[in-house]
């Protein structure tokens, strides 16, 4: 092989790493966008709920708010969420 094939060979192999890598930010970066939408969704759920129903619970539930949210996140509605921790 000659100097100049391995060079070309290396440049190529470098932009496919280069590409790689991008993708890989991108996907990050996607997943990243997409718990953050699941977040807030699940903060509007759980505010929701609590509006509508926190004469039926302590004051201290408060205290439970990122657990609430986890949960709901995982798809569990917000009256069990909340239900959960009573």
Request: proline content about 2%.
């Amino acid at each position: 092989m000659s100097k100049s094939s391995n060079l070309f060979g290396f440049m190529q192999l470098e932009k496919w790493r280069k590409e790689e890598e991008l993708k890989r930010t991108k996907r990050k970066t996607l997943k990243q966008e997409r718990q953050e939408q699941q977040r807030a969704h699940a903060k509007q759920a759980m505010w929701e709920y609590y509006k509508q129903f926190k004469d039926q619970y302590p004051s201290s539930i408060k205290q439970y708010r990122e657990q609430i949210i986890e949960q709901i996140c995982q798809g569990i509605s917000p009256e069990s969420a909340f239900d959960a921790i009573d």
